[in-house]
Every structure is written in structure tokens, then in C-alpha cells.
């Protein structure tokens, strides 16, 4: 089936379709905002909310873009959603909750560890993720959608809704901020 076909079967309404698309995209829809929100049950959640939105709101898509990028863009967009409120939940629970009862610092991040890493790579991998978690938000979406989903530069300029040469800049700048980072963190390591 072509996409257009696909498509008009799903702006129709017609169930099998809608399966056909879940079954086709919910792995790599998963896979992307996992490594977005680094969070298992967060993934979870949203993966579902994006097919719930798609589902909801086929009829308004007017196939300017692939289906694929769409479920991108809505992939992403939720995932930041998720994190600009956890970082505002943060923020608060930071200034209310800095200290327990024996004023000691009770704030501890949260270690990610992506489930597609070997395991003699768990310890790297951790380290990468924590940097890409202190991207900037756009930065943190364009390298991802890069570096991990393996999407062409093209295909980010459509599910970001950025030109090309914003695209250029968020990944160069990602990959200074990533390095710098690493570099840091090798660095004290070795001390």
C-alpha cells in the first residue's frame, strides 16, 4: 500500500489502517522519544499519546510532509512538552525540597541507560546521555533525530519545521557542547 493510499484509508477512518500505521512506526517512535525523555514508562506514555493524537487528528493532515515526519514532529514536540514540565516541577520542588530533615542535599539525577547499548559500552553510554540530556532543547531533538533515529538533515528540517542551515547549526553546536562535556568528564576522570 502507498502512503497516499494509506492515507485516504486512514482520514477515512478504516481501523486495519491505523494498525497497519502503529505497527509500521511504533518502534522508532518509541526509540526517539526514549532517547529524548530517557525515561522508560515517559516513552511509553507518550508513544501512545503521539498514535492517540494521530489518531484524532488524522483529518487534519494534509500530506505535505510524509507520515513519518509527522509522527516525528508530534513525537517530538511531546517529548520536549514532558521535559520543560519536569523542568519546571524541578525547579520548584528544588527550592521547596532542597534539603531533607537532616539538611543534607536530597536531589539525585536520574542515571538513563538506553536498552540498544552493548553491555561493555553501558558506562560510555551512560556518560553520552547525561551530556545529550544537558543539550539545549534543539540541539538535544536535532541530535538525536541524527545521530540516533539516523534521519537525514532534510528529514529534521521538516520535523523541526527549521531550515537547513538551522539544522547545520543546532548539530554543530551540539557536537561542541557534547565534546566539551565528554572531554570534561574524561578529563577529571583521568586526574
Known amino acids: 500500500m502507498t502512503e497516499q493510499e494509506l ?4 482520514q477515512n ?3 486495519s489502517a491505523f494498525k497497519t500505521l502503529v505497527e509500521t512506526h511504533q518502534k522508532r517512535v518509541f526509540s526517539t522519544v526514549l532517547a529524548i525523555v530517557q ?4 516513552a511509553e506514555d507518550i508513544s501512545q499519546d503521539v498514535f492517540i493524537e494521530v489518531y484524532q487528528s488524522i483529518h487534519k493532515f494534509r500530506g ?3 507520515i513519518s515526519t509527522w509522527l516525528y514532529r508530534i513525537a517530538t514536540t511531546k517529548s520536549l512538552e514532558i521535559i520543560r514540565k519536569k523542568k519546571t516541577q524541578k525547579r520548584f520542588a528544588f527550592f ?4 531533607n530533615d537532616d539538611n543534607e542535599v536530597i536531589h539525585n539525577p536520574v542515571e538513563f541507560e538506553h536498552p540498544g547499548i552493548l553491555l561493555e559500552n553501558k558506562e560510555r553510554s551512560k556518560q553520552l546521555f547525561k551530556a545529550i540530556n544537558q543539550l539545549p532543547d534543539n540541539q538535544k531533538v536535532a541530535y538525536t533525530l541524527c545521530n540516533i533515529e539516523g534521519l537525514s538533515y532534510q528529514e529534521i528540517t521538516e520535523v523541526m519545521e527549521v531550515s537547513l542551515s538551522s ?10 557542547n557534547l565534546k566539551k ?3 570534561n568528564i574524561y578529563y577529571s576522570q583521568k586526574i
Open 7 to 10: 492515507l485516504n484509508q486512514l
Open 167 to 176: 539544522v547545520e547549526s543546532l548539530l554543530f553546536r551540539a557536537k561542541a
Open 64 to 66: 505535505e510532509s510524509k
Open 13 to 15: 477512518g478504516n481501523e
Open 181 to 183: 562535556s565528554l572531554h
Open 39 to 42: 525515561s522508560f514508562e515517559e
Open 96 to 99: 521547596t525540597n532542597l534539603f
